[in-house]
């Protein structure tokens, strides 16, 4: 059963979720698609299942991103890094999982799986921006948040599909963009 949900996380990250066929899966596991139907009857149970196996992997990028007591006070280049790095990794990690966690295209109810985890992000980074703008509306303050999030995710499939060196380039383009994006709001 693992070798089958690694490879459909592999197929996910390369193409999609809509893209691949239970075959495409199968083939990629090394197994007929017959004993791929003996574990999960359809694409959407293999994804639910995989889901659930990420979840866990995901919350725990979260905390680690967030985990700090201090992020109001330290500087914003170590705020970027501290909330930044621990993402990547994730997503570098499980190179599928935006295709299950931020796909649009997934099945409903799939994408209803992973709505609380995305709205505990947004809001630990509601939360961290209230803390660093206390200037700004709640209004203002969940839109940011949302713009900050959406930065982030932009450009994360690029991240995780490029090479070692164009990675950290990406990685490094990524957090001025959110460094300029969140410096602003604070002087704001």
């Given at each position: 059963m693992t070798q089958i949900?690694?490879?459909?996380?592999e197929l996910f990250g390369e193409q999609g979720y809509r893209a691949v066929?239970?075959?495409?899966?199968?083939?990629?596991?090394?197994?007929?698609p017959g004993s791929l139907y003996q574990?999960?009857?359809?694409?959407?149970?293999?994804?639910?299942?995989?889901?659930?196996?990420?979840?866990?992997?995901?919350?725990a990028a979260h905390a680690s991103a967030f985990e700090r007591t201090d992020l109001a006070e330290i500087g914003l280049d170590e705020l970027v890094d501290?909330?930044?790095?621990?993402?990547?990794?994730?997503?570098?990690a499980h190179p599928g999982a935006k295709a299950l966690f931020a796909d649009t295209d997934m099945p409903a109810g799939l994408a209803e799986g992973t709505r609380p985890l995305q709205a505990a992000l947004l809001g630990r980074v509601d939360s961290v921006i209230g803390v660093r703008?206390?200037?700004?509306?709640?209004?203002d303050r969940s839109r940011s948040a949302l713009v900050a999030v959406q930065i982030v995710r932009a450009m994360t499939g690029a991240?995780?599909?490029a090479g070692e060196q164009?990675?950290?380039?990406?990685?490094?383009e990524t957090k001025r963009a959110l460094r300029g994006y969140l410096a602003e709001l604070e002087t704001t």
């Open positions: 949900l690694d490879a459909a996380l066929s239970t075959n495409a899966i199968a083939a990629r596991a090394g197994i007929s574990f999960f009857p359809n694409k959407e149970a293999i994804a639910e299942a995989l889901s659930m196996r990420l979840v866990e992997s995901f919350r501290a909330v930044i790095d621990p993402l990547v990794a994730f997503n570098v703008a206390p200037q700004l509306s709640a209004a991240i995780v599909a164009d990675r950290a380039a990406l990685v490094a």
